[in-house]
């Protein structure tokens, strides 16, 4: 019989409330390499960038952060961005109106729920078959740029405050990664027109993740391993539970966010316009037994 695309999945959150024992089936997975807890505290860290001294009028200053920057592209995929500009009472407001939409009852969450065959709404990517392993995470996912690409049944019917917050967020973002990919630009000896007439009119997705406790945490996964597919890709801590894992030198290694910063990572777009220079690095979200974590990525193709 033939898979359908895309098929609607149960809400994870409502299942970790059930007084579990053992995973569902559907979610457990065998296929997992292991976290590797027990050296995390001596693993190397993703790269730190400094906005400021990236942008600073100092040559020396903004050299040595831009020569940063390159290494971070080329060798981890990965960085965090510090002293980024971004409002921190927007950021603040945005983290607090996530987990309120995540804790609304699931009668209310149903409203977006996606439709059969569309990836758009809350629900999870992909799923192509009754039998696919599933993440143990539920995720809303929707396009936010240009407007007129909205979904008429998702963003417009979002409640206040969050759809003021995430307009607003959106815009935001969509100015930091002009500045970002501009630096980059620079680094690589790119003329920055040609990389911002890319990138500056594509479709801007967000994409929110929570990731509820679990009883076997060591048996699921929150985000199957992936590269994005997208040019770049700012994600937002929004609790301190840490789940974001990078794959590099063949080791899984946990990314510890800073306060106050985003990660950003290169998506598979941005290899391909770099020839291969910055790399789309493979990442995974894993779970916890104790608490609940939940993030924000912005999608810049």
């Given at each position: 019989?033939?898979?359908?695309?895309?098929?609607?999945?149960?809400?994870?959150?409502?299942?970790?409330?059930?007084?579990?024992?053992?995973?569902?089936?559907?979610?457990?997975?065998?296929?997992?390499?292991?976290?590797?807890?027990?050296?995390?505290?001596?693993?190397?860290?993703?790269?730190?960038?400094?906005?400021?001294?990236?942008?600073?009028?100092?040559?020396?200053?903004?050299?040595?952060?831009?020569?940063?920057?390159?290494?971070?592209?080329?060798?981890?995929?990965?960085?965090?961005?510090?002293?980024?500009?971004?409002?921190?009472?927007?950021?603040?407001?945005?983290?607090?109106?996530?987990?309120?939409?995540?804790?609304?009852?699931?009668?209310?969450?149903?409203?977006?729920?996606?439709?059969?065959?569309?990836?758009?709404?809350?629900?999870?990517?992909?799923?192509?078959?009754?039998?696919?392993?599933?993440?143990?995470?539920?995720?809303?996912?929707?396009?936010?740029?240009?407007?007129?690409?909205?979904?008429?049944?998702?963003?417009?019917?979002?409640?206040?405050?969050?759809?003021?917050?995430?307009?607003?967020?959106?815009?935001?973002?969509?100015?930091?990664?002009?500045?970002?990919?501009?630096?980059?630009?620079?680094?690589?000896?790119?003329?920055?027109?040609?990389?911002?007439?890319?990138?500056?009119?594509?479709?801007?997705?967000?994409?929110?993740?929570?990731?509820?406790?679990?009883?076997?945490?060591?048996?699921?996964?929150?985000?199957?391993?992936?590269?994005?597919?997208?040019?770049?890709?700012?994600?937002?801590?929004?609790?301190?539970?840490?789940?974001?894992?990078?794959?590099?030198?063949?080791?899984?290694?946990?990314?510890?966010?800073?306060?106050?910063?985003?990660?950003?990572?290169?998506?598979?777009?941005?290899e391909i316009v770099t020839n291969g220079i910055?790399?789309?690095i493979e990442h995974r979200a894993t779970v916890n037994s104790e608490?609940?974590?939940?993030?924000?990525?912005?999608?810049?193709?």
């Amino acid at each position: 019989m033939e898979a359908v695309s895309h098929l609607q999945v149960p809400c994870v959150q409502e299942l970790a409330k059930e007084p579990l024992i053992r995973v569902p089936e559907r979610y457990v997975r065998t296929d997992l390499e292991p976290s590797i807890v027990s050296e995390a505290n001596s693993l190397p860290q993703v790269p730190v960038i400094d906005l400021t001294k990236l942008l600073s009028e100092d040559e020396d200053l903004h050299e040595h952060e831009l020569q940063k920057l390159d290494y971070a592209c080329k060798e981890w995929g990965f960085f965090q961005l510090v002293n980024h500009g971004v409002s921190v009472s927007l950021v603040e407001s945005l983290k607090k109106v996530v987990q309120e939409f995540f804790n609304l009852p699931l009668e209310e969450k149903k409203k977006f729920w996606q439709k059969e065959g569309e990836l758009e709404g809350f629900g999870q990517l992909f799923v192509m078959s009754e039998e696919q392993k599933l993440d143990w995470a539920d995720m809303f996912f929707m396009v936010t740029l240009p407007p007129h690409m909205r979904k008429h049944n998702l963003f417009p019917n979002i409640h206040q405050p969050f759809r003021d917050n995430l307009e607003a967020y959106s815009l935001e973002l969509k100015k930091l990664t002009l500045k970002i990919l501009s630096q980059m630009a620079k680094a690589l000896k790119m003329d920055a027109k040609d990389i911002k007439e890319l990138f500056e009119e594509g479709a801007q997705s967000m994409r929110m993740n929570y990731y509820p406790p679990c009883p076997q945490p060591e048996l699921v996964i929150g985000l199957n391993p992936h590269s994005d597919g997208g040019g770049l890709t700012i994600l937002l801590q929004v609790n301190e539970m840490e789940g974001l894992q990078i794959r590099k030198d063949g080791l899984w290694i946990p990314v510890k966010p800073l306060p106050n910063a985003f990660i950003i990572n290169i998506g598979d777009i941005l290899e391909i316009v770099t020839n291969g220079i910055y790399r789309s690095i493979e990442h995974r979200a894993t779970v916890n037994s104790e608490g609940e974590d939940f993030s924000g990525n912005i999608l810049q193709p």
